[in-house]
T-cell receptor
Framework: GAGVSQSPSNKVTEKGKDVELRCDPI?????LYWYRQSLGQGLEFLIY????????KSGLPSDRFSAERTGGSVSTLTIQRTQQEDSAVYLC?????????FGPGTRLLVL | KQEVTQIPAALSVPEGENLVLNCSFT??????LQWFRQDPGKGLTSLLL?????REQTSGRLNASLDKSSGRSTLYIAASQPGDSATYLC????????????FGTGTRLKVLA
């Protein structure tokens, strides 16, 4: 069956521009995570969605980062006024019974 | 501070060897622990999930153990193959009221043919 998909796969942007990253989870998965993986670093938790509950935003690094999940399915991570330190791979995962299924990631480069 | 540490950072072994990857965590109050593999340029693939109440999980040539009292988990790979070459990550969900996982920085494994 279809796995988690993310788009775009690569994004190059200029400093100061806004970007939107999309995640399509596996159908029926109610929980969704966003992570950031910087070069040589581990995965950094950003935000967690579970059903209709309020999201856990405790990992968002600044107020330039926001995310939403519409209809309990597709999620969008938005980064406003991008900075060079935002360059990283952004991964999302949906879960079934605690097992996380990851998408291939979006590689973001801020010039 | 809740942390996850993986040792070694990199490992190179000849094909056929049995090997052990280590994961340490700082707080024994965990909900579960997961092992993943990550191939270059790709997302993560879940290998094994160990609930807090379990001591080990097995899948094929992989066996993961959990010792909460010592804050350790090990991933045992039997009869390693070149296709096992990847970065192996462990992640811990703590019983701290949040849903986030804390990831280690991984062990980069290379199995030589």
């Amino acid at each position: 069956g279809a796995g988690v998909s993310q788009s775009p796969s690569n994004k190059v942007t200029e400093k100061g521009k806004d970007v939107e990253l999309r995640c399509d989870p596996i159908s029926g998965h109610t929980a969704l995570y966003w992570y950031r993986q910087s070069l040589g670093q581990g995965l950094e938790f950003l935000i967690y969605f579970q059903g209709n509950s309020a999201p856990d935003k405790s990992g968002l690094p600044s107020d330039r980062f926001s995310a939403e999940r519409t209809g309990g399915s597709v999620s969008t991570l938005t980064i406003q006024r991008t900075q060079q330190e935002d360059s990283a791979v952004y991964l999302c995962a949906s879960t079934a019974q605690e097992t996380q299924y990851f998408g291939p990631g979006t590689r973001l480069l801020v010039l | 501070k809740q942390e996850v540490t993986q040792i070694p950072a990199a490992l190179s072994v000849p094909e056929g060897e049995n090997l052990v990857l280590n994961c340490s965590f700082t707080d024994s109050a965990i909900y579960n622990l997961q092992w993943f593999r990550q191939d270059p340029g790709k997302g993560l693939t879940s290998l094994l999930l160990i609930q807090s109440s379990q001591r080990e999980q097995t899948s094929g040539r992989l066996n993961a153990s959990l010792d909460k009292s010592s804050g350790r988990s090990t991933l045992y790979i039997a009869a390693s193959q070149p296709g096992d070459s990847a970065t192996y990550l462990c992640a811990v969900k703590y019983l701290s009221g949040t849903y986030k996982y804390i990831f280690g920085t991984g062990t980069r494994l290379k199995v030589l043919a």
